[in-house]
């Protein structure tokens, strides 16, 4: 592609500009992208480069270190007591005993079960006494997944916490060196609310990301390479272990050998995946370009009232959705509200398909997020709109420029590049708008043709509401629900990639900063 | 009531860029230096270094002899008036005033005669009960001196505590730190982007660009004596001339020919191209618009065209270029000139100028550095 | 004359775009708050329980507020009024800490940090279910015992929701953190003397977020109540009247439930209505 310089760029008409930004932008996706991995390439070298480092740190702390630094390879803390930091030590100390008694006593186990998931299942067991069979219960794969990986993450705080350990050694050593005093545990108390004080603030928060996100996370991704569902749920029935990339090869082969016959995953995705790409983009725009004009009819000059208009959008904020949606959700149903009265006003004979034919149920949902959406993104949009610079506007009014050109010109840009990563987050949320959906319609009127690979699907069912649907199904095929959810993972990464890393490149000149 | 020693003092960031390079001074006790030079110059960078804001990634700082850079900044006895100002918008005068006091326990009653007494110093008693927000520009930058002044700190530091002042509250206000610092009698660190304001204020001036330091000085010193062509540019409005030209040595007399007009070398700065040994050689001259002239009939002068006449009241600038399209600028007080001769002054008037050999400044084209420091 | 005349022009243009716009803000007006006029209609309606196709009641009465006194309702509502206060606090407390120390400290792991939290939230919430009602089973915390399991997982995760309280303390000037570090107040008292203060507006804004987040939470608190009524919240306990097979005979209690669900939630949010905008909108500090 032929790169014009800025001066031929101004030369082209209207149209070739337009032709070279587009193909620019299409250009730049496979570059931005291919520069993404260009970089996690150089972080993972970088990354490699630096352990080694570390590992030679650790070494060279070792054969330098005096004799408490030694001590404090096996030791944990030794140093830092030896030197009069006791309270550190002890922690140190009081860590690495935790850590080994944790070993011992369960972590061990679970390690050691980590690489298939569990050997015996439940068996029956014929009891003589009562003369019958009763079932007698033996390894538990989901826990063994959930503690192993708990164990595995335990085992990495250790080793960074064994690795803080030797490093403060050399830092004592380096510092007694230099003739100047350690902190003291008072000291090392103090800096917790002082220039410490983020470690403090942090804590809490993070470790309750680490329990119930990160870990979760951690654990689903992994059930979508093992066979775990209704029929092998880990402890009651029978045992999971890994399978792979079986799971991944099932969703993307175009037709699977089930017991219900010959099926297709990969049709069944793909529709699914075009439903939430349009959904995310219609449900985005449409509550954007709305919500923009009423706040700008409402904020132009010489409305009155404007705290009150405002008000009554923002009261329907404060009710829960679950009650607008699930009314509104009745109200539009075959013996809904509406079709009652439009047909008792002799408006139509039959009940008007809001949720029972497909398309309407579409453009329905559509239209109901619009009502939900606005208030939010009036209220957001009113506060950018109002801190638009007026002497921008009196200078397009000099200029000649009339109220749509003024719009076109100023507003939509500026709010554009304001907005920029918030339409971001609300495409990528509005893929994952389980409520709306699940609240309205559940996904349906049901979609006969895509559904049976995995249960019954809809018209409206997102990838969201699809992996619900899995997972509480019939087979509640977990294994299938985690890739689902790795492949919406895949997509959003891929859309905030594209976004971020194309996107600013192109909106340079409408740098209103 | 201290000195401020920096050794090797480097900032990098993050993205390795270096924002201060080995940064070398020693400020002496009750010495009032000012940091000057254009923006992302290093000058702020290296003042929140000695104030503990920002980290200092090599050398040391002291402070009255001890190492400082580990210490928070609540611990290196300093005080400091930002740019902004930044007066907490929800506390009132008086207790923003009294918070450090407040902070280190002291009782209630001597927050008290503190806070009136530096109050009366600054004439902010009236506003004592009012939030920040009903303050004009210049209150607040009282109550901003004040907050630092109760500290009794060591060491006093402003971060262009001027720049966000009207011409006229500027002038008045740098007045009033003069008579600040007779008062205080402590060390101050002052940071500031105008000449006249380090010229004005500084027993030194430390002169920086990108990082480096150009010149360190009092401001006579810079002014006579400027290092290099950066400092002789930044010091004295309007700017220095600057004409490529050649030294010529005729055995042991000096000249310079801008122009081809030859002009002699004389007094101490011959003297001291002699004491070097100076050769012909080409150089870039530089000379003050106040000490360029109009010629006198019959001398060599330099043939100039009138492009722009500033009258500024008390002098006059003119803006002249020369056969070679050199734009050089001169300072001519108002009274010099007659009314017949001033209104001559329009643009395409022809000019002779000139200007004495003692006045003159020598500078290395390729190195830009003075030739006789 | 002329220019008069022209004056006349504009002024007359204007009134009638305007016009238009008033029109526009009524219709809009009427659309946004008829479905909740309709509730509120059809709560006090005793004739029938099922859906019908009028909207004033052809009998008022408050029948349908008793019934919901002698259903679980109550339950319900107190489960989601404790976990909605207890939320509320907790919520807060954490979403604080964090945004203020991603807005406020540069340490090394900040960005690393940001980044991580970025790529964690581009997976599915909905994905961790399964898991998370496993982790309170064993603890148990479900069924009967769900309130504290959801506010557990409520409040533990909430920490991700960083954004908008970090970008209201982004505009905060760090000049005053700077200026209170010299004056010799910790980072701890920078925080709870300087920045506290100015940071009301965000501080009330969460609280409120906070606190409306559960009347609404649905999918995961039916997960982990598994059929038990004693666990429900509002919001599954109300949905349970709007299945195929109950809905005629619950369908006005419904209306009935959502007035009472919504009337406190709405009062208490139009009294902070302000700093709910101020929030949403990222207000700046003056000064």
Redesign the interface.
């Known amino acids: 592609m032929k790169r014009y310089s800025d001066m031929e760029y101004l030369r082209l008409s209207k149209w070739q500009k337009f032709v070279y930004k587009l193909v620019s932008f299409l250009v730049g996706i496979p570059l931005g992208i291919g520069h993404f991995f260009q970089k996690i390439g150089i972080a993972i070298k970088d990354g490699f480069l630096k352990i080694v480092a570390e590992f030679k740190d650790i070494g060279v702390t070792f054969i330098h270190g005096d004799w408490k630094t030694k001590v404090s390879y096996v030791v944990m803390g030794f140093g830092n007591i030896a030197r009069g930091q006791v309270l550190r030590g002890l922690l140190f100390l009081l860590f690495e005993a935790v850590f080994i008694f944790y070993m011992i006593t369960t972590g061990g186990y679970w390690l050691s079960k980590l690489d298939n998931l569990g050997d015996q299942g439940p068996v029956e067991v014929y009891d003589p006494v009562f003369d019958s069979y009763k079932t007698e219960y033996h390894d538990n794969s989901?826990k063994i997944l959930?503690y192993g990986v708990l164990t595995v993450f335990f085992i990495v705080a250790f080793i960074y916490t064994w690795r803080v350990n030797v490093k403060q050694n050399k830092i004592s050593e380096e510092i007694i060196r230099s003739g100047k005093k350690l902190r003291s545990g008072k000291d090392d108390l103090?800096s917790l609310?002082?220039?410490q004080?983020?470690k403090t603030?942090?804590a809490?928060?993070?470790v309750?990301?680490l329990?119930?996100?990160?870990?979760?996370?951690v654990?689903?991704v992994l059930v979508a390479f093992t066979n775990y569902d209704g029929s092998h749920n880990g402890y009651s029935n029978a045992l999971f272990t890994w399978v792979g990339f079986k799971n991944f090869g099932t969703m993307f082969s175009w037709e699977v050998n089930t017991a219900a016959g010959l099926q297709s995953y990969s049709a069944t995705f793909g529709e699914i995946l075009v439903w939430t790409l349009m959904w995310a983009f219609f449900a985005t725009f449409t509550n954007y370009f709305l919500g923009m004009g009423?706040a700008m009819?409402?904020n132009?000059k010489?409305?009155r009232l404007k705290r009150m208009?405002?008000?009554?959008?923002?009261?329907?904020?404060?009710?829960?959705?679950?009650?607008?949606l699930?009314?509104?959700s009745?109200?539009f149903?075959q013996?809904?509200?509406i079709?009652?009265?439009l047909?008792?006003m002799n408006l139509i004979k039959n009940p008007l398909p809001f949720w029972t034919d497909a398309i309407w149920a579409r453009v329905t949902v559509i239209i109901i997020n619009i009502?939900i959406g606005i208030?939010?993104l009036m209220?957001?949009t009113?506060?950018?709109l109002m801190n638009i610079p007026a002497d921008l506007y009196e200078s397009a009014k000099i200029d000649g420029a009339s109220g749509w050109k003024q719009f076109t010109k100023i507003t939509l840009p500026y709010m554009l590049f304001i907005t920029g990563p918030y339409l971001l987050t609300s495409f990528?949320g509005n893929m994952?708008n389980?409520?709306v959906i699940?609240?309205l319609t559940g996904g349906g009127p049901t979609n006969a043709a895509a559904s049976g690979a995995a249960g019954s699907v809809g018209y409206t069912d997102l990838?969201?509401t699809w992996?619900?649907k899995i997972?509480t199904g019939g087979d509640s095929q977990?294994y299938l629900?985690?890739v689902v959810?790795i492949m919406?993972?895949v997509v959003?990464?891929l859309i905030?990639l594209v976004v971020y890393n194309v996107l600013p490149s192109i909106k340079n000149e409408e740098d209103f900063q | 009531m201290a000195s401020v020693k920096l050794t090797g003092v480097k900032k990098i960031y993050d993205n390795k860029v270096v924002a201060v390079h080995d940064f070398d001074l020693d400020i002496k006790d009750k010495e009032f230096v000012v940091f000057v030079g254009p923006s992302g110059c290093g000058k702020s960078t290296t003042l929140r270094m000695i104030?503990?804001?920002e980290d200092i990634s090599e050398g040391t700082v002291e402070i009255d002899g001890e190492v400082v850079n580990d210490l928070?900044?609540?611990d290196r006895g300093?005080?400091?008036v930002?740019?902004?100002y930044?007066?907490?918008?929800?506390m009132s005068v008086y207790d923003n005033i009294a918070?450090?006091l407040r902070?280190?326990k002291v009782p209630e009653d001597v927050v008290y005669d503190k806070v009136t007494k530096a109050a009366e110093t600054l004439g902010i008693t009236e506003y004592l009960m009012r939030k920040?927000?009903a303050l004009s520009g210049g209150q607040r930058q009282r109550v901003a001196i004040g907050?630092a002044m109760v500290?009794d700190s060591k060491v006093f530091l402003m971060d262009e505590p001027l720049s966000n002042l009207d011409a006229k509250l500027r002038n008045q206000m740098r007045a009033e730190i003069i008579l600040l610092r007779e008062k205080l009698d402590t060390t101050f660190i002052y940071v500031t982007h105008d000449q006249t304001e380090a010229m004005t204020l500084g027993d030194r001036i430390v002169i920086m660009k990108d990082g480096y330091i150009m010149q360190v000085g009092t401001p006579t010193e810079v002014f006579e004596m400027p290092k290099n062509l950066f400092v002789a540019g930044f010091i004295g409005a309007p700017q220095m001339n600057f004409i490529n030209t050649k030294l010529i040595n005729e055995g042991g007399k000096y000249y310079v020919t801008p122009f081809g007009v030859k002009l002699p070398v004389e007094g101490e700065k011959a003297e001291m191209l002699a004491a070097k040994n100076v050769q012909t050689r080409d150089i870039v001259l530089g000379v003050r618009p106040e000490h360029i002239r109009l010629a006198e009939a019959g001398e060599p002068a330099i043939k100039t065209k009138l492009l722009v006449n500033e009258m500024m009241g008390s002098e006059i600038h003119l803006h002249v270029s020369t056969e070679d399209e050199t734009r050089l600028i001169v300072r001519i007080p108002t009274v010099d000139l007659s009314k017949e001769e001033r209104n001559a002054m329009v643009a395409g008037h022809e000019l002779s100028v000139t200007f004495e050999g003692k006045v003159m400044h020598f500078f290395d084209p390729e190195s830009s550095e003075n030739l006789l420091v | 004359m002329k220019n008069e005349k022209r004056h006349m022009g504009l002024k007359a243009a204007?009134r009638l775009?305007?016009t238009a716009?008033?029109i526009?803000?009524v219709i809009?007006?009427v659309?946004?708050?008829l479905?909740?006029v309709?509730?509120l209609f059809q709560s006090f309606r005793v004739e029938s329980t099922w859906?019908?196709?009028?909207?004033i009641p052809q009998q008022w009465g408050l029948q349908n507020y008793i019934n919901l006194w002698n259903s679980d309702f109550k339950r319900w509502y107190l489960n989601t009024f404790i976990i909605a206060l207890v939320s509320a606090v907790l919520v807060t407390v954490?979403?604080l800490?964090?945004s203020?120390?991603l807005s406020?400290?540069r340490?090394k792991m900040r960005g690393p940090?940001m980044r991580f939290?970025l790529?964690?939230g581009?997976?599915?919430?909905?994905?961790?279910?399964?898991?998370?009602y496993?982790?309170l089973a064993d603890i148990g915390l479900t069924q009967a015992n769900a309130v504290p399991g959801l506010i557990?997982?409520g409040?533990?995760?909430?920490?991700?929701g960083y954004y908008v309280s970090k970008g209201f303390f982004d505009t905060i000037?760090k000049?005053?953190d700077?200026?209170?570090?010299?004056?010799?107040?910790?980072?701890?008292?920078v925080?709870y003397?300087?920045i506290l203060?100015?940071a009301k507006p965000i501080v009330i804004y969460t609280i409120l977020t906070a606190f409306?987040g559960p009347?609404?939470d649905?999918?995961f608190a039916r997960y982990v109540a598994m059929g038990t009524s004693a666990g429900y919240n509002?919001?599954v306990g109300?949905?349970s009247w709007?299945t195929a097979d109950q809905?005629n005979n619950w369908?006005t209690t419904?209306?009935a439930g959502?007035v009472i669900?919504?009337l406190p939630?709405?009062i208490?949010?139009?009294c902070l209505?302000k700093y709910?905008?101020e929030g949403?909108?990222?207000?700046a500090?003056?000064?």
Request: charged content about 10%; hydrophobic content about 55%; glycine content about 8%.
């Open positions: 989901f959930l103090k609310v002082d220039d004080f983020h603030l942090l809490l928060p993070l309750g990301i329990v119930f996100t990160v870990l979760p996370i654990f689903m009423v009819a409402i132009k010489g409305i208009w405002r008000t009554i959008l923002v009261m329907t904020v404060a009710i829960p959705q679950f009650i607008s699930l009314y509104v009745k109200m149903a013996n809904g509200l079709n009652q009265m047909m008792g009502w208030p939010y209220l957001i009113t506060g950018i990528t994952n389980f409520n699940y609240l990838l969201i992996l619900f997972t977990y629900a985690s959810g919406v993972f959003v990464a905030s | 104030a503990g804001l928070q900044p609540k300093i005080a400091m930002f740019q902004n930044a007066l907490y918008p929800h918070f450090s902070l280190s920040p927000r907050r500290r | 204007n775009s305007n716009i008033y526009l803000l809009i007006s659309i946004w708050l479905p909740f309709f509730i859906q019908v196709g009028y909207i954490i979403q800490c964090m203020y120390t406020r400290f340490f940090l939290m790529i964690l581009m997976f599915p919430g909905m994905l961790t279910m399964i898991i998370l496993r982790v557990l997982v409040v533990a995760s909430s920490g991700m000037p000049s005053l700077e200026a209170a570090r010299v004056d010799g107040a910790t980072r701890f008292q925080l003397k300087i203060p100015l409306m009347w609404g649905f999918v509002v919001a109300m949905y709007l809905i369908y419904f209306c959502g669900v919504a939630v709405t208490l949010f139009l209505q709910y905008v949403v909108t990222g207000g500090v003056k000064g």
